[in-house]
């Protein structure tokens, strides 16, 4: 069962920050949010995650709401090279299902425009 | 450089012709995974392993073996491989313990079983 929304496509220019949204409203308290990418069949990318602060790192931010039950990934300034299937999980840090099994779902499609 | 590696890249087979997919990780990590990728099914992961001398079955291993002797390598094993088993093939790896779902993944391995 899909425990994340995610819009199917967003588009975004080139320079741009890129706000992808994520509603993950029945998150439970010890679940994480990951955030993963897949560039066109490539392997998909770990980009980020977070419990409930915001984070960040070279490749992005990641902003929690306060109430978790729904997430941000900020990519700062947009590349064409950024353009993949953006993808939200919901998880526990340590077990992923028990068998680190990441359920990727149908992610967002973001298409960085020149 | 930290790296998964998958070999080969591209396979076509007939059914029925044994082929083993290799993977190697060269970050020391203890949690290795393989998932084959289809249209609209996303990433189902096959097998999965905890450890050496570890495995366990995934939501999909019907039709695969996995064997797991030494901490790098992870190789993905069809016996006797039919043509519901052409896809994309994704082997990941994770420090384990505390960050199973930071997975790493390799490029992929596009199979076509005739």
């Known amino acids: 069962d899909a425990k994340t929304t995610q819009p199917p496509s967003m588009d975004c220019a080139e320079g741009r920050a890129a706000n992808l949204p994520c509603n993950h409203s029945?998150?439970?308290?010890?679940?994480?949010v990951y955030w993963y990418r897949q560039i066109h069949s490539q392997g998909p990318q770990y980009i980020i995650h977070?419990?409930?602060n915001n984070e960040t790192n070279e490749m992005a931010s990641l902003i929690i709401t306060e109430d978790r039950k729904s997430s941000t990934l900020i990519l700062p300034h947009a590349t064409l090279r950024d353009t993949a299937v953006y993808y939200c999980?919901?998880?526990?840090?340590?077990?992923?299902?028990?068998?680190?099994?990441?359920?990727f779902g149908k992610g967002t499609k973001l298409s960085v425009k020149p | 450089e930290a790296q998964v590696t998958q070999n080969p890249r591209y396979l076509i087979t007939v059914t029925g012709k044994k082929l083993t997919v290799t993977c190697s990780q060269n970050m020391n990590h203890e949690y290795m995974s393989w998932y084959r990728q289809d249209p609209g099914l996303g990433l189902r992961q096959i097998y999965y392993s905890m450890n050496v001398e570890v495995t366990d079955k995934g939501d999909v291993p019907e039709g695969y073996k996995v064997s797991r002797k030494e901490k790098r390598n992870f190789p993905l094993i069809l016996e006797s491989p039919s043509p519901n088993q052409t896809s994309l093939y994704f082997c990941?790896?994770?420090?384990?313990?505390?960050?199973?779902?930071?997975?790493?993944f390799g490029a992929g391995t596009r199979l076509s079983v005739l």
């Open positions: 029945t998150i439970s308290g010890n679940e994480y």
């Open positions: 999980i919901v998880d526990l840090r340590n077990y992923g299902g028990s068998q680190g099994n990441l359920i």
């Open positions: 990941a790896s994770s420090p384990g313990y505390g960050a199973k779902n930071i997975q790493y």
């Open positions: 977070g419990l409930k």
